[in-house]
């Protein structure tokens, strides 16, 4: 059943005017809303009971790419069916109570035969494992999470390890089909040496006859040239010429090698001419004061400044003075915006944003 025509029913029911049940119904959302965001129970009788829980921060990781997320904490509204002995007054004062009273005992006997019910800036009622369960809208879950709604989830690095942070797995990994390992066939020694072909030894003769070419004719290693005897005594003689000039040479004593100095080039030394230098008092940059405009937060104003949002709670130390709450500022606000060199600010450096995140956490947790 849609808005629209749970206002219709209501109407018909009540015999009422479509318009005044708009506007009753748009009250009590409103009414209830309001109380869940400022952290009150809200309970309606015969009904059930509206209230808030705080979701702690936790690490998600996705599946698929092995990422991890810093998520920081959320308020989540829970809704607990029940027989509640009265109603809360800030519903009671949206409407007259047998207004209220009617409205949700048409939700229930509408959910118990299994059909939705939605109400707009407030969300939708329907049967599971037959109890009542609820599912807020994007309005109320928006309102309850306002203290939140400048906190963003964080990329970690591999080193970082949180202890005694709930890890949640997310996505979904796509099916892998198990392929059969392909297995090479086994071969035996046996089959090897069955299969291998034996190279066939070439004699002497056949090994020339095979790389000559066809022009060169095979040598006759049989016949050997033979020197002429009339040529024996003039080689001998040859030899014995060489042999007489080899000692000669060996022995003529040898003449060192003339060094001639180069001449070492004149270096001239050149006095030079100390010129001192006059000291001056170095000037300290005075710090950056800023006024806060209309709109703007100290997460806006940090990323301006140091390039991430998390750097905030550095900026609220600086002025801790001027600021009761960090997550209400007032515009007009001047605020000195402290030097990167005081605390560890560096947008570049996961482990820099986790720290500062985990320090604005904690400093939250006193409002």
């Not at 060094?259 to 001192?276: H, N, S, T």
């Amino acid at each position: 059943m849609t808005h629209q025509q749970f206002i219709s029913e209501i109407a018909q029911r009540l015999n009422t005017d479509s318009s005044e049940v708009a506007e009753s119904l748009s009250k009590i959302a409103n009414a209830i809303t309001e109380k869940l965001a400022e952290g009150t129970r809200v309970s309606v009788q015969n009904f059930g009971v509206f209230e808030i829980q705080k979701k702690p921060e936790h690490i998600s990781v996705n599946k698929q790419t092995g990422e991890r997320y810093l998520v920081p904490p959320t308020l989540v509204v829970a809704f607990s069916p029940g027989s509640e002995s009265a109603t809360s007054p800030a519903i009671v004062d949206a409407s007259n109570e047998s207004f209220v009273t009617s409205l949700f005992s048409i939700v229930a006997e509408w959910v118990e035969n299994e059909k939705s019910v939605e109400i707009d800036d407030l969300g939708a009622f329907y049967l599971h494992e037959k109890a009542i369960h609820f599912t807020p809208a994007d309005s109320l879950k928006e309102a309850v999470n306002k203290p939140f709604a400048h906190f963003e989830s964080v990329l970690l690095d591999e080193e970082v390890v949180f202890e005694g942070v709930e890890i949640e797995e997310v996505g979904e990994v796509e099916e892998i089909i198990e392929v059969d390992e392909v297995k090479e066939p086994e071969i035996t020694v046996e089959e090897i040496e069955a299969a291998s072909t034996e190279i066939p030894v070439l004699e002497a003769d056949s090994y020339r006859e095979v790389f000559r070419s066809d022009k060169t004719v095979a040598a006759k290693p049989d016949k050997r040239a033979k020197i002429p005897p009339i040529l024996i005594p003039i080689l001998g003689g040859v030899a014995i010429a060489l042999a007489s000039l080899f000692f000669f040479v060996q022995r003529q004593p040898r003449k060192q090698p003339i060094i001639i100095a180069e001449k070492q080039p004149v270096i001239e030394y050149i006095r030079e001419e100390i010129v001192p230098i006059e000291k001056h008092e170095l000037e300290r940059n005075e710090p950056e004061v800023v006024v806060l405009s209309g709109g703007k937060t100290l997460r806006i104003l940090a990323e301006e400044k140091f390039g991430n949002r998390e750097f905030w709670v550095y900026i609220y130390l600086k002025n801790k003075s001027k600021i009761k709450n960090p997550n209400v500022v007032s515009a007009g606000t001047e605020l000195i915006i402290p030097d990167v060199s005081e605390y560890d600010i560096n947008a570049t450096n996961p482990q820099s944003i986790t720290i500062a995140k985990a320090l604005g956490d904690d400093e939250l947790k006193r409002f």
